[in-house]
């Protein structure tokens, strides 16, 4: 197996045989981005839909309701990516798989 550097400096790897595991973590990898990217972004997403939301004076407020509802707003994210999301990470995910061919 031989390692040569790429010049936007990913390492491609090349093999004669057995590549088949390394190709399946790689895409799993490859999978594993793509849900993490669509999942930043929907969590984005959420983060400007909710800041203009007014909060109950009566029970909360201030600097902690915000930390809470971001962190809501990243779960909330990354639940909707594992269960499908909305197609961000399946075009990711086919994006990285082409570049690695290169």
């Known amino acids: ?3 040569q550097i790429q010049s936007s400096g990913q390492i491609a790897v090349h093999a004669a045989g057995g590549a088949n ?3 399946h973590a790689n895409q799993a990898k490859a999978q594993k981005a793509a849900e993490e990217f ?3 972004f929907l969590s984005q997403v959420l983060n400007s839909m909710s800041s203009g939301i007014e909060t109950d004076p009566t ?3 201030g600097e902690s309701e915000k930390v809470f509802r971001s962190m809501l707003n990243d779960e909330y ?4 990516s ?3 999301g909305v197609g961000i990470a399946d075009a990711v995910y086919r994006e ?3 570049l ?3």
């Open 1 to 3: 197996m031989t390692d």
């Open 21 to 23: 595991g390394n190709n």
């Open 77 to 80: 994210a990354k639940s909707m």
């Open 38 to 40: 669509e999942a930043f």
């Open 96 to 98: 990285i798989l082409a």
């Open 100 to 102: 690695q061919e290169l």
């Open 59 to 61: 029970f909360g407020g």
């Open 82 to 84: 594992r269960s499908g």
